[in-house]
């Protein structure tokens, strides 16, 4: 069955840094692929999404993730960080099954940033 | 209407009670989805609605729980027999048709059983 992982359930990064977010999906074809973010108070956004063409994508807020088959990943970039990026992060992943199309989300990564 | 919109906001309730949540979907949106948040945890997947076809309920914890959805427009959870393990946060997301589409979500009901 399709699924999705975020292995670091919580990043704490220095504002201006830079930030990676990992995601790793368990599917044999090339897979539908989300990260959406959630603001403290506010509802879901999607920030980019992946499945087909250019591996690497452009978001939203200056977000890029990369999606590289070999390694089942999809992870999230920011070269520079601002304190507004504090939030969860939460890659998602499509899982085709008999005829559906489910939309699983992973477990997501708290991030916070320090001034 | 222009975005997800989901009914009550809040709801506090007392154990044992049953309890009944509303989202109204996008216009037009062929798929609905419910997710639990519990508080601090990722989003977790209860039932899938993607047209007229029979809905996805693998993801409901029990049979406490169920949704309806008549045709491609409200949807209601329903709760039964409430437990405090069931506060959280119950989200609703609507998408188009087709696997690529972007999911948008409402605010969430924040349900609190006491």
């Known amino acids: 069955a399709q699924s999705v992982t975020q292995p670091d359930i919580h990043i704490t990064v220095s504002e201006g840094a830079s930030l990676e977010l990992r995601c790793n999906y368990s599917?044999?074809?090339?897979?539908?692929l989300f990260w959406y973010v959630q603001s403290p108070g506010q509802g879901l956004q999607l920030l980019l999404k992946?499945?087909?063409?250019?591996?690497l994508v452009q978001g939203i807020k200056g977000f890029e993730a990369e999606f590289k088959r070999s390694q089942s990943s999809f992870n999230l970039r920011k070269p520079s960080v601002h304190w507004s990026d504090a939030a969860e992060y939460f890659c998602?992943?499509?899982?085709?099954?008999?005829?559906?199309?489910?939309?699983?989300f992973g477990a997501g990564t708290r991030l916070a940033v320090h001034p | 209407g222009a975005g997800v919109s989901q009914s009550p906001s809040n709801k506090v309730t007392e154990k044992g009670k049953d309890v009944e949540l509303r989202c109204d979907p996008i216009?037009?949106?062929?798929?609905l989805y419910w997710y639990r948040q519990r508080l601090g945890q990722g989003l977790e997947f209860l039932i899938y609605?993607?047209?007229?076809?029979?809905?996805?309920k693998s993801g409901l914890p029990s049979d406490r729980f169920s949704a309806e959805r008549t045709g491609e427009s409200v949807s209601t959870l329903t709760i039964q027999r409430t437990q405090q393990e069931d506060s959280a946060v119950y989200l609703c997301?609507?998408?188009?048709?087709?696997?690529?589409?972007?999911?948008?979500f409402g605010q969430g009901t924040r349900l609190t059983v006491v």
């Open positions: 997301a609507s998408r188009e048709q087709g696997a690529g589409t972007e999911a948008f």
């Open positions: 599917y044999g074809a090339t897979p539908y």
């Open positions: 992946y499945f087909s063409g250019d591996t």
């Open positions: 998602a992943v499509v899982a085709f099954s008999g005829g559906y199309n489910k939309l699983i």
């Open positions: 216009s037009g949106h062929t798929a």
């Open positions: 609605f993607q047209g007229n076809s029979a809905p996805d």
